[in-house]
């Protein structure tokens, strides 16, 4: 049975029992925890924490998932993968054990056609209400049913979440992989074949996976694994010889020219072609792209290590491209995605995989060195240094360069790699935060002191009002004291505020706080402490003093300003991924009144086509005029209506969303237009790199964008009066100008040549022989330049000769001789026939044999030395 055939009749089996076919979620899962998806369940989690309650009752699916876990043992061992498709059936307080084990074997045993006597099954060590099914209701024999404890057969998702007693089922391989056991698969797990898990899940779980409380109802949550059930069915020796990986190990075979089956080494290297082929097809497909940072790190780890397989099985030229071809033909038809994304994901693997072989072959070259050293003294270990310098200038993930030491009986220390890098990043973020130093201290020290410590979380009236009364509850100085006054720059902590705090990269407002006898100006404005905010201020006026009842505003112009800037940043994220694809996602951005800058990741330039492109785009959104609605809600609902949250980022279980129409719909403390005609104006005004594969767009927004506009215009004007023609046709006179001018250079050159000829010619015929030898000497007064190259051109024109030329001009004047080669080959060099004529002048005379160049100050007497030169010729020549 193919792999299709078991897919289809899978779901078709589940279909028939009313279950609804979704289809599978993206690898990158739209939830922070966690890294990539990695079950099936992972997309439903809301469903069976009960904070939202399921549209249907029942779901099959064929998901994608990758894990992380081992991708160094994937290629040596007959089942280790990192992507897989996992086949599940679901229930949301539907259907519980009564249904799922019998469904389960049914279509064991009746659709894949299992013999029964093959199967074995195990439940939790106290779920006899599994067991009983099993027994009663399914009709396994006892012997049968194994029980098992926590880390066989309870299951979670390695996070806090749902989990639960689980049950899985087995099936003998037969003799040909290893020996029979009276246990099952407690005897052994590679002749029994774990094919498929089913999950009870009833309770939550926190980090510690210690189950905190009954789920609100009993779910069900299965996952077979479809590469494992083909090694069943197909009765291969290992998932690579199934018919979907087999033919990727064909494809690896094709490019290497390696026959798989070897049983050697090579065997490994054409398995972690075929998974790792797999894998970054459908990573990169999903709008992973490779870097140094989370998800990106691990396609990156999945692709190098797969070019140095690739280079290790002899195969210098690319590889990834092919494989990526070969993952769309075998899996386009299940997965459409492939094919829709097939050109981008093939450019993506060509980049990376050019980039690391610039490098490769050095960075092994070191690595070799490094452990030959560590061999021949009898050390087993390779320094962390060296792993660090092999990450940082040769771009070898870590546990690339632990594998091929591994292969040397050679050990890396990790510790002392973990070090160098976090005393990395720490430079980084120390050069980062440099500047802002002083007034981090100060956040710092205001973070600690413990009048801040004992306040509650100050109150933010920002999203509805500018303005609001509120009474100072700390104060923090350069010095002690609760009265500030005139002069005094200080942080200030109130109990509730209009001023909105620096943060999701919006600028803290400004504006002023009034007290009964003192004014302040807010010039910064912090979260210091659990939800505690600190305005900086200057005291314009009077005083203020710990426990004022004070007025707070903010000012508007500034915080409109703001707003137009950041809800315009939502509305570029979402055209940028519209328009590029959904890997184009959001790494960093800055929002300040009328300006925005928004990094976010993507493999080339926009070029001015595409960026012209999204700029309409976005403006045509802005004038569209959609409503912009923020609203607080349950993290996990905001994730089931695709709110767009940024990895690695901590949310608490209530958020705020901010959607803008009905398109882009992002989770953000920040504040915004009510409308986005508000925004007004939206102009990209610069596109660049800020690392691989991280780009940055700036834009101008607002009055700011306008006064962009109003300035390019003013050029265009000033330049259409210089031209004296309407605007409109600036550009095509500019064109015409530019190629005239060309034209004209050309011409002038040609001129110019024309006339050197001229008098080089003339020049010539004024020659005197001198003992066979042509001798002249002139004058032209032109630079030093165009005195040396006439040198040069007469020289040319005749055949043994000696030219010495002179000019003149304010205050200095130049001697210029030129010798032909036989000349200089009988002793008569230029510089010798120069110096005396050179004193003359006041200077001296340098250069080679060939071509001398000398000058002085007495311009006056130029003509005195140039006849001294000519003597000096004769005598040289005449000796
Ligand atoms: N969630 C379980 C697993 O991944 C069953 O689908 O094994």
């Known amino acids: 049975m193919d792999s299709r055939t078991i897919r289809d009749r899978f779901v078709a089996f589940f279909e028939r029992r009313d279950h609804r076919l979704v289809a599978s979620s993206s690898l990158v899962p739209n939830d922070p925890t966690l890294l990539l998806t990695n079950a099936g369940m992972n997309q439903f989690k809301p469903y069976f924490l009960g904070e939202q309650s399921a549209p249907f009752a029942r779901a099959t699916s064929v998901q994608k998932c990758f894990r992380t876990t081992d991708i160094d043992e994937v290629g040596r061992t007959a089942r280790h993968l990192t992507f897989f498709e996992m086949l599940g059936n679901f229930s949301f307080g539907d259907y519980y054990k009564e249904k799922a084990c019998p469904w389960a074997w049914e279509l064991v045993t009746e659709v894949w056609g299992f013999d029964p006597e093959l199967l074995w099954v195990t439940v939790y060590e106290t779920d006899d209400e599994a067991a009983e099914v099993w027994a009663d209701g399914v009709g396994v024999r006892p012997e049968r049913i194994l029980r098992r404890g926590k880390k066989d057969n309870f299951w979670s998702m390695g996070v806090a979440g749902p989990c639960g007693p689980c049950s899985e089922i087995f099936v003998d391989l037969g003799d040909a992989y290893g020996d029979a056991s009276e246990r099952g698969p407690d005897g052994n797990e590679d002749r029994y074949l774990e094919i498929w898990n089913l999950v ?140 829709a994304r097939r050109a981008f994901v093939v450019e993506v693997a060509a980049r990376e995989e050019e980039r690391f072989s610039a490098t490769l072959r050095q960075g092994l070259a070191l690595l070799e060195r490094e452990l030959e050293g560590a061999r021949s003294s009898g050390g087993a270990t390779l320094g962390g240094d060296v792993a660090f310098r092999l990450h940082d200038t040769f771009g070898f993930p870590v546990d690339l360069t632990t594998e091929i030491a591994g292969e040397a009986g050679v050990t890396v220390e990790t510790d002392a ?102 004014r302040a100006d807010v010039l910064d404005v912090r979260r210091v402490a659990h939800g505690v905010s600190a305005h900086r201020v200057a005291v314009r006026a009077g005083e203020i003093a710990l426990g004022d009842a004070v007025r707070a505003t903010v000012d508007g112009r500034w915080r409109r300003g703001a707003e137009r800037a950041h809800t315009a940043t939502h509305i570029l994220h979402w055209a940028l991924r519209d328009r590029l694809g959904e890997h184009a996602r959001q790494a960093g951005s800055l929002v300040e009144p009328g300006r925005l800058r928004f ?147 050309r011409r002038l050159a040609e001129v110019e040549r024309r006339a050197a000829d001229d008098e080089a010619r003339a020049l010539a015929e004024s020659a005197v022989d001198v003992d066979g030898t042509r001798l002249v000497v002139a004058r032209r007064d032109v630079g030093v330049d165009a005195l040396r190259s006439l040198a040069q051109t007469l020289k040319g024109r005749l055949g043994s000769a000696v030219v010495v030329l002179g000019s003149a001009g304010s205050g200095r004047a130049n001697l210029v001789g030129a010798v032909t080669k036989d000349v200089a080959a009988r002793g008569v060099s230029a510089r010798d026939v120069l110096a005396p004529g050179a004193s003359v002048l006041g200077g001296g005379a340098g250069g080679k044999p060939e071509l001398a160049v000398s000058g002085g100050p007495q311009a006056d007497r130029l003509d005195e030395a140039m006849e001294v030169a000519a003597r000096t010729a004769r005598e040289l020549l005449e000796r």
């Not at 002899?314 to 033909?329: F, I, K, M, N, Y």
């Not at 801040?452 to 104060?475: I, K, P, Q």
Request: one cysteine or more.
């Open 599 to 745: 990094d976010f990741s993507h493999y080339e330039p926009l070029g001015d086509e595409r960026a012209a492109e999204i700029g309409d785009a976005i403006q045509s959104l802005v004038l569209h005029d959609d409503g912009v609605r923020a609203y607080e809600t349950s993290y996990d609902f905001a994730r089931s209506i695709g709110a767009m949250a940024i990895f690695g980022e901590k949310y608490g279980d209530f958020v705020r969303v901010v959607e803008v129409g009905d398109y882009s719909k992002e989770l953000c403390g920040g504040t915004h237009v009510a409308h986005t005609s508000a925004i007004g104006v939206v102009v990209l005004t610069a596109e660049g790199s800020v690392g691989a594969n991280v780009r940055r767009v700036e834009a101008l927004v607002g009055d700011d964008g306008l006064a962009y506009l109003r300035r390019r215009i003013g050029v265009l004007e000033r330049s259409a009066e210089v031209l004296k023609v309407p605007p409109d046709d600036v550009a095509e006179r500019v064109e015409r100008l530019v190629a005239q001018h060309k034209d004209m250079e």
């Open 200 to 339: 009870f899940m009833q309770d939550e779980c926190d980090a510690a996976i210690e189950p905190i409380a009954p789920l609100p109802r009993r779910n069900i949550d299965t996952g077979a694994g479809l590469e494992r059930v083909a090694l069943a069915l197909q009765g291969a020796a290992s998932v690579y010889e199934t018919d979907t990986l087999g033919a990727m190990v064909a494809a690896a075979e094709d490019l290497t020219g390696v026959r798989y089956g070897s049983g050697g080494r090579s065997d490994m290297g054409l398995r972690v072609l075929a998974d790792h082929g797999r894998a970054l097809t459908f990573l990169i497909a999903d709008g992973v792209l490779p870097s140094n940072e989370e998800r990106g790190y691990v396609l990156r780890r999945v692709m190098r290590r797969a070019v140095r397989h690739a280079r290790l099985l002899g195969r210098d030229d690319p590889v990834l491209p092919a494989l990526v071809e070969a993952t769309v033909s075998l899996m386009g038809d299940a997965y459409p995605e492939l094919r």
């Open 417 to 518: 790699f973990e070090r160098l890098m976090s005393a990395q990043r720490e430079r980084a973020r120390a050069a980062r935060a440099s500047g802002s130093d002083a007034r981090a201290d100060a956040l710092e020290r205001l973070a600690a002191a413990p009048a801040v410590d004992a306040l509650g979380a100050t109150e933010f009236v920002g999203y509805e009002h500018l303005g609001a009364e509120g009474s100072v509850v700390a104060m923090l100085g350069d010095g002690p004291g609760d009265v500030a006054s005139e002069g005094a720059e200080l942080w200030i902590v109130l109990d509730r505020t209009p001023f909105y705090a620096e943060g999701g990269g919006q600028v803290a407002d400004r504006g002023t706080i009034a007290a009964p006898s003192g």
